[in-house]
C-alpha cells in the first residue's frame, strides 16, 4: 500500500488560515486522497477527498499537485473547534479499510 | 443529517467472555465496517462488509472475531472469548459506495478486566 507522511503536529491562531501537508510520493494512478480527522473522545470524520483536480467543500478545500505525489489540506479560517488529528489516507474506494497513520496533531491557539 | 449510531457506548467485561457490539448504519450505506483504537494508538481497521459477506479483513480480524447484518438495520461485531489486550474504543462506519467516504459512529469503548 502507498505509504503518506505528514508532520507530528502543527500549530496555527484561531481565525487564521491552516495549510496542512501531506506527501505520498509512491501514489498510484486509482488510489484517492481521502482526510479525515478526529477530534478528542470522538470517532474519525470524513473531511474531502480529491483523486487530480483541487476539490472545495464547506469544511475545506484540498490542493493536489499536478504530479499527485503531495497535498494539501486548507482550512480557510480555523476555530478552536478545529482542534484535532489530521490524517491523510490513500484510498481505493470501495470496500476498502482505511489505513489510517499517526496524522498531523492540530492545535489552535485563541 | 444522517448517522452511524453504535450500542453501548460502553461494555466492560470479564476475560473469555463474549460481547457483542451493536451498530446502525446510515440507512442507504452499502458497505460496512469495524475499526478499533487501543487507547493512544493508531485508528486499526479490521473488517469490511458488502453484500452479506465479508469483503476484507485484517490480520487483526482473527477466528475470535465475526460479523453479522442480523436484519436490515443492525450491523454488529462478536468478539466470542474476549482478552485484555482487547480493550480499545471500537467504531462502526459505513460509506456509500459511490462516493467512497466512510461515516463513523461514535465509537463503543470495550474495557476487559
Known amino acids: 500500500d502507498a505509504k503518506t507522511t505528514q508532520p507530528n503536529s502543527m500549530e496555527s491562531n484561531e481565525e487564521e488560515p491552516v495549510h496542512l501537508p501531506c506527501n505520498h510520493s509512491?501514489?498510484?494512478?486509482?488510489?484517492?486522497i481521502h482526510w479525515y480527522r478526529q477530534l478528542p473522545s470522538q470517532g474519525p470524520e470524513y473531511v474531502i477527498h480529491?483523486?487530480?483536480s483541487n476539490v472545495n467543500n464547506r469544511m475545506a478545500s484540498l490542493a493536489i499537485a499536478e504530479d499527485r505525489k503531495s497535498s494539501t489540506l486548507i482550512l480557510h479560517r480555523a476555530t478552536l473547534r478545529d482542534a484535532a488529528v489530521y490524517y491523510c489516507i490513500l484510498d481505493r474506494g470501495g470496500a476498502d479499510g482505511l489505513t489510517f497513520g499517526k496524522g498531523t496533531h492540530l492545535i489552535i491557539q485563541p | 443529517e444522517p448517522e452511524v449510531t453504535q450500542t453501548p457506548s460502553h461494555q466492560v467485561t470479564q476475560m473469555g467472555q463474549e460481547v457483542i457490539l451493536r451498530c446502525v448504519p446510515i440507512?442507504?450505506?452499502?458497505?460496512f465496517y469495524w475499526y478499533r483504537q487501543i487507547l493512544g494508538q493508531k485508528v486499526e481497521f479490521l473488517v469490511s462488509?458488502?453484500?452479506?459477506?465479508?469483503?476484507?479483513k485484517s490480520e487483526i480480524f482473527d477466528d475470535q472475531f465475526s460479523v453479522e447484518r442480523p436484519d436490515g438495520s443492525n450491523f454488529t461485531l462478536k468478539i466470542r472469548s474476549t482478552k485484555l489486550e482487547d480493550s480499545a474504543m471500537y467504531f462502526c462506519?459505513?460509506?456509500?459506495?459511490?462516493?467512497?467516504?466512510?461515516?463513523f459512529g461514535p465509537g463503543t469503548r470495550l474495557t476487559v478486566t
Open positions: 462488509f458488502y453484500n452479506n459477506e465479508i469483503s476484507e
Open positions: 509512491t501514489i498510484s494512478g486509482t488510489d484517492y
Open positions: 462506519a459505513s460509506s456509500d459506495f459511490r462516493s467512497g467516504e466512510q461515516y
Open positions: 480529491g483523486l487530480t
Open positions: 440507512s442507504n450505506h452499502l458497505y
